[in-house]
């Protein structure tokens, strides 16, 4: 028999929901973690960035204080140390929270690095990879290396950042979002190369702690998943905070000098310039880590570096099945957690139903904030879909205006033939903690009817999403 | 020593059939009672079991052949050690005949199944009705269907607790299933006048609605096939209209008790037990005789008038049923309609049966009582114009001379063939069961 009903290797956002609704299914669980539980989510992604976003936005409503009637005296400046302390306690309390639940649902902690030796059957080893610091110690009562076997392992061992050759990030003058997260002072000129969520994240936080900073994006727009009105209009914002942005351009090269790099740019039209900044954050997205692990001599079936699974999250090996990043895009948290709860209860035989990935929302913490779900309106268009297309700007919305964050934009696209909600698009002040309606509204298979017939409480930033909808039927009220 | 497979005859009148399909390859092993092939002829598809055990050297006649003669030689099995290419050859004339024997597959089912779970059941359990009740489907899924002409109804919804969503509605679109009123459905595709029935769902469209590993697939064997097409065919072909009427069984009781009661000793056992079966059988062969217009065949040219009364008697076997006919019931004596039925219904569920004690009847009779059942309609199974669907028999509450008493009653149901029986007709004859079931001495005489 085996020593475990399940074994999850990485505990990330998808390994430990794994671990944990495995537990609650009645299976004996263990998980094994090299680096730090609750994963980059938790340790070096979403968390601590967001704490460091908002103690960027809360110094730009100090500086801005007046705007609001108020009157500060004396400085309103940032303490860099104090700023990434913060952010680094605040990493360390979902960490231990992760270590909590894992001890309350009687998981076992496996720590070092998993290797699948055959079929049900893992050698673990002591870490290789040095840990970045700092780094919460690994917890009490871990079991060590050794040969473990399971009926059932999960992969879930996430993504780590893509190096493009000739311009891999050294820690130093070429950051990655580890060495962005913790600056030591804060650089006087920044070039983020990439604008994906992590990218603009970045860009958008040095930005507002007065870093003179520069995109640099290889496709037409920033953001580029997003809607290309979301992006032309959040790269206005962006602009208007200073920030300078350059699409269709790549960077061909990057000379290291001593305390700075130069990059050598080149756009679409072939124009070429150079930037010089003190640092750089290469922000290229990422790639699943799926290496050392044993795959290839299991044949289990990998593509453009990550596993392949089914509906199910099952891979082509019996027994071995892949959640989260590793398991291929969207690279999100939230997807890895869905896909962590169908692969165990599908184990478990539940029949849970499979994911959608088009029902996946994505959320962008920049200033302003981006949030959607669904099809983009040029991808809609190109599936075919003959579309209603509604908009309506923060501007209109009294909400909005009252909290001084009057720059925003909601868009929904609906088949126009069926009144199916096909997708929708916001950006602006706490977009991303609206889209969860339009989420569920598109799960629900709800049409333009039924949003219309709800009501929307006043005054609340929410209405503006009604009123896309709305205007997508030439019925909106306050435009 | 090689033997020949034979072309079986599936009955006595049979001379050719068409061999439809092997379902053993050249150089398997074969077993002793492994079924080799599938044997069909208009009435009926039936499996060839093998009798000897071997190795199928050589398959002669291949599948899809119409019309091989019965006898012939079909296939060669080469004896354990055999040569196989040797024994490939037919072996000679004297070789022993018959190799095949002929495993019944329920040619004739009778209308129903034998227990209600297995009822034939609507083609998707119904979420919701078109009775005005507020369908389970999202607001997306009702649209479509009500755009696509389709019945939430007749819908499985796969979502959250069954719930119809967008993808259902494709797949009932995709599959051509649950078409609400015609005039609402504007014809997707122009179809052949001579088949204006639906389709049922495609296979990929029923799989769809289910999680990959959670159910198991099992083929259908022949009876499973024969009994679908037929009952399909006879529910869409036919214009059924039923008649239900109450019989008191008082009497009867008490008659049967009896008469097993004066039954002789045989062998240390009483000569014949009766069943209330086995009475209601003599009842309705005699109600045929006494109203002769019932007891009739459709054709498309004529009106069969049968001058016997034939009672086919549905009898539930493992994976299926099958009709074994009590020929002249009429003229039969209640102690040999019981005889013979137990020793029918014995070498039923044995599958022993041979076809010409299964094919033809002019009438049948299908009895769920002993489940309980109170009442139920069955499918009138062609070439019959009748079935008879028994209830059970209870003690219930009647009137009698404006009084209240107690009877024991049993409801009995006629499913007809409108175009050989009409409703009158009918009734008259469940009339004339009625009385015999009311009045049984006169089953006697």
């Known amino acids: 028999m085996a020593d475990y009903d399940v074994i999850i290797i990485g505990s990330g956002p998808g390994g430990y929901v794994a671990a944990i609704r495995a537990a609650q299914l009645g299976f004996k669980t263990a998980i094994v973690e090299r680096e730090h539980l609750a994963g980059i989510c938790s340790n070096w992604g979403c968390i601590p960035t967001k704490a460091l976003l908002r103690s960027a936005e809360i110094l730009h409503y100090g500086q801005h204080a007046k705007d609001y009637g108020l009157k500060l005296e004396g400085t309103f400046t940032a303490d860099l140390a104090a700023v990434v302390a913060r952010s680094r306690g605040i990493a360390a309390r979902m960490n231990n929270g992760v270590q909590f639940l894992m001890k309350k649902n009687k998981v076992d902690v496996i720590w070092g690095e998993a290797k699948l030796t055959k079929p049900g059957t893992i050698a673990v080893a002591p870490t290789k990879k040095p840990a970045m610091q700092p780094q919460v110690p690994p917890p009490k009562g871990a079991k060590g290396e050794g040969t473990y076997t399971a009926d059932h392992i999960i992969v879930a061992t996430g993504a780590r950042p893509r190096a493009l050759p000739g311009i891999e990030p050294d820690g130093k003058l070429i950051w990655t979002y580890f060495e962005s997260m913790v600056p030591a002072k804060m650089p006087k000129s920044l070039l983020v190369m990439g604008s994906g969520a992590i990218g603009i994240e970045f860009a958008s936080f040095y930005r507002t702690m007065g870093v003179e900073v520069t995109v640099v994006e290889v496709m037409p727009q920033v953001v580029p998943v997003e809607d290309a009105e979301i992006g032309a209009f959040a790269r206005k914002a962006f602009e208007k905070q200073g920030m300078k942005i350059l699409t269709g351009a790549k960077v061909t090269k990057v000379e290291k000098g001593a305390d700075s790099i130069t990059a050598h740019i080149e756009d679409e039209k072939g124009g070429k310039q150079t930037i010089t900044a003190d640092r750089m954050i290469s922000a290229v997205g990422v790639v699943g880590n799926i290496e050392n692990l044993g795959l290839e001599a299991l044949g289990v079936k990998t593509d453009r570096g990550c596993i392949v699974i089914d509906d199910y999250c099952r891979t082509n090996v019996k027994g071995v099945y892949a959640i989260g990043d590793v398991a291929g895009p969207p690279m999100l948290a939230h997807k890895a957690e869905h896909e962590a709860v169908i692969c165990v209860e599908a184990i478990k035989g539940l029949h849970p139903h499979a994911m959608d990935k088009l029902m996946i929302p994505g959320c962008t913490y920049c200033h302003p904030q981006i949030a959607s779900v669904g099809l983009t309106e040029a991808k809609a268009k190109a599936a075919g879909y003959e579309l209603k297309v509604g908009r309506f700007p923060f501007v209109a919305n009294g909400k909005a205006v009252a909290l001084g964050e009057d720059s925003g934009l909601v868009k929904t696209i609906f088949d126009a033939k069926t009144g199916k909600l096909l997708g929708a698009h916001m950006v602006g002040a706490e977009v991303t903690e609206l889209i969860q309606g339009f989420v569920v509204a598109m799960n629900l298979e709800t049409t333009e009817e039924e949003l219309m017939h709800s009501i929307f409480p006043h005054p609340t930033i929410s209405e503006t999403m009604k009123e896309s909808v709305l205007d997508a039927y030439g019925k909106v009220l306050n435009a | ?445």
């Not at chain 2, 092997?22 to 079924?35: A, H, M, Q, R, V």
């Not at chain 2, 499985?156 to 967008?166: A, D, F, K, L, T």
């Not at chain 2, 049948?364 to 019959?384: E, R, T, W």
Request: aromatic share 2%.
């Open chain 2, 1 to 445: 020593m090689p033997t020949n497979i034979l072309m079986p005859a599936l009955s006595p009148t049979m001379e050719k059939g068409n061999l439809a399909k092997w379902l053993k390859k050249e150089g398997d092993t074969i077993k002793s009672g492994d079924i080799i092939a599938e044997i069909e002829t208009d009435k009926a598809t039936m499996e060839v079991e093998a009798v000897d055990e071997g190795i199928l050297a050589k398959i002669l006649v291949p599948d899809g052949t119409a019309d091989v003669a019965v006898n012939e030689i079909i296939g060669v099995i080469a004896a354990e050690g055999e040569d196989v290419k040797a024994a490939a050859a037919p072996a000679k004339a004297e070789a022993p005949k018959a190799e095949a024997a002929p495993k019944a597959a329920a040619p004739t089912p009778a209308a129903e199944a034998p227990k209600a779970s297995e009822a034939p059941k609507a083609a998707a359990a119904p979420t919701a009705s078109t009775s005005g009740e507020r369908p389970f489907a999202s607001p997306l899924a009702k649209r479509l269907a009500k755009e696509a002409g389709l019945d939430l109804g007749k819908i499985q919804g796969s979502g959250p607790h069954g719930r119809i969503v967008e993808k259902d509605i494709e797949a009932a679109k995709a599959g051509g299933a649950a078409k609400a009123a015609p005039a609402a459905a504007p014809a997707a595709a122009p179809k052949p006048a001579a088949a204006p029935l639906a389709a049922g769902m495609s296979d990929e469209a029923v799989k769809k609605l289910f999680a990959p590993d959670s159910y198991e697939e099992v083929p259908h064997d022949g009876m499973r096939k024969t009994i679908a097409r037929r009952l399909l065919e006879s529910k869409q072909t036919i214009p059924h209209f039923y008649l239900t009427i109450d019989c008191e069984l008082d009497a009867l009781l008490k008659l049967r008790a009896e008469l097993n009661a004066a039954a002789p000793e045989k062998d240390g056992k009483p000569a014949y037990k009766l069943s209330v079966n086995d009475m209601v059988i003599k009842a309705l062969a005699l109600a045929l005789r006494a109203v002769p217009e019932a007891n009739v065949s459709w054709t498309e040219n004529t009106m069969l008038k049968h001058k016997h009364a034939d009672v086919g008697v549905a009898v539930s076997i493992p994976g299926g049923l099958i009709t074994p006919v009590i020929n002249d019931a009429c003229h039969k004596t209640l102690s040999q309609i019981s005889n013979e039925m137990k020793d029918l219904a014995a070498r039923a569920k044995n599958r022993k049966l041979k076809p010409e004690e299964y094919q033809g009847g002019t009438t049948a009779v299908s009895n769920l009582g002993m489940f309980g059942v109170k009442d139920f309609a069955a499918i009138v199974n062609p070439p019959h114009a009748t079935i008879l669907a028994v209830g059970a028999g209870e003690q219930r509450a009647v009137v009698k001379g404006g009084q209240l008493a107690v009877a024991t009653v049993m409801s009995v149901t006629l499913s007809t063939d409108h175009r050989a029986v009409d409703g009158a007709l009918g009734a008259e004859l469940m009339q004339a069961f009625k009385g015999y079931i009311e009045k049984p001495m006169a089953m006697l005489v």
